[in-house]
């Protein structure tokens, strides 16, 4: 999982190489529906709101190759240097 500011832009640049990917928690807990009833609202927690908005989750897991790793690294390489 890593911050990344144009998330919607490495989302999609992930997806045109075929590259998994996940957002988990597009919602900080304080603005979920289920959280409601505490009250709070958007601007409460400016560091919660701002780490859901950048988060995504990278391919990890145990059978992943070198050359699977490779092909994500590249894939953030390419996307990093032409911002």
Sequence with gaps: TLRAKKRDALKEHLK?????HAVYYPLPLHLQPCFGY???KEGD???SEKAA???ISL?????LTSSQM????EALKDF???S
Aim: zero cysteines; hydrophobic letters at 40%.
């Design 38 to 40: 505490l009250g709070y």
């Design 45 to 47: 927690f400016p560091v």
């Design 59 to 63: 391919p990890v897991y145990p059978e």
């Design 70 to 73: 490779e092909r994500v690294m």
């Design 53 to 55: 908005a950048e988060v």
């Design 16 to 20: 045109a190489r075929g590259i998994g």
């Design 80 to 82: 990093y240097k032409a």
